[in-house]
């Protein structure tokens, strides 16, 4: 059974950080790319980061600011968002897809205010 859990949200003031982590299980963690996607209110749901062995690539409005890294040991997925902006306010969600079908974790909630 795939497990994916996130946690690390919070409230955070423009030019901020938050480490977001996706503890996952139930699948070979360290053979799969892992996904982090983001929803904010009233949008539909969009892609930030993934990361393959190493390598990580990234949405357009995160380079440069986010950085996803991961710990196979540890079966971990994570989110480093900084200097935050209130764009970035949103559910924070880790994906996997296995055999054509797509898995996702309960979602962290990220917000950016003063």
């Known amino acids: 059974q795939v497990q994916l859990v996130e946690s690390g949200g919070g409230l955070v003031q423009p030019g901020g950080s938050l480490r977001l982590s996706c503890a996952a299980g139930?699948?070979?963690?360290?053979?799969?790319?892992m996904n982090w996607y983001r929803q904010a209110p009233g949008k539909e749901r969009e892609f930030v980061a993934q990361?393959?062995?190493?390598?990580?690539r990234y949405a357009d409005s995160v380079k440069g600011r986010f950085t996803i890294s991961r710990d196979n040991a540890k079966n971990t997925v994570y989110l480093q968002m900084n200097s935050l902006v209130p764009e970035d306010t949103a559910v924070y969600y880790c994906?996997?897809?296995?055999?054509?079908?797509?898995?996702w974790g309960q979602g962290t909630q990220v917000t950016v205010s003063s």
């Open positions: 994906n996997v897809r296995l055999f054509g079908n797509a898995y």
């Open positions: 139930g699948f070979p963690f360290s053979d799969n790319v």
């Open positions: 990361i393959s062995r190493s390598i990580g």
